[in-house]
């Protein structure tokens, strides 16, 4: 059964995004799904920023993915599949590397098809009750499920 979280504003959503980059492993992928605007970047750039302390995180809209290294921690590969053509083109971005070596975060992972690994956990962002208030919801793989217990739910 999926947690689900109503985020209020845009700092909670950080928050959220907070807390899973400290339950975050090597090797994990966090898909991220929502509409347009819906605050699948602004989780990342949270993510990113708590993981590593990178002030700067672009959106790899264009690029497809960024990658952000760290002498101390696992790397992290931050896919955009907005415009990602077939599923096998996230081959040429490094998927593979990301998914042995690093913690992947892909925006539109509906865009793999069947190539999603099925250890992951999906975050769906949607519309909350006001502009800047989303409701998020988690879906945990068995090797999340235990991690996520602990986080707030409404």
Do not use: N
């Not at 899973?20 to 090797?27: K, M, S, T, V």
């Not at 994990?28 to 590593?52: E, H, P, Q």
């Not at 992290?76 to 415009?83: A, E, P, S, V």
């Not at 975060?105 to 975050?123: K, Q, S, T």
């Amino acid at each position: 059964m999926p947690l689900a979280i109503d985020l209020p504003d845009e700092a909670a959503t950080s928050h959220l995004a907070i807390g899973l980059a400290r339950l975050a492993r090597r090797g994990d992928v966090i898909g991220l799904s929502g509409a347009l605007g819906s605050g699948k970047t602004t989780f990342a750039r949270a993510f990113i920023r708590a993981r590593l302390g990178i002030a700067e995180v672009p959106s790899p809209t264009f690029a497809l993915v960024e990658v952000y290294e760290s002498a101390s921690d696992a790397a992290i590969w931050h896919f955009d599949l907005y415009r990602m053509a077939k599923p096998d083109d996230v081959y040429e971005l490094g998927f593979e590397d990301a998914l042995a070596d690093g913690i992947s975060l892909i925006e539109w992972p509906e865009r793999l098809g069947g190539l999603m690994p099925r250890e992951h956990l999906g975050l769906t962002l949607s519309a909350g009750v006001v502009d800047s208030a989303r409701h998020a919801s988690l879906a945990a793989s068995p090797a999340w499920t235990s991690r996520i217990a602990g986080l707030r739910h409404d």
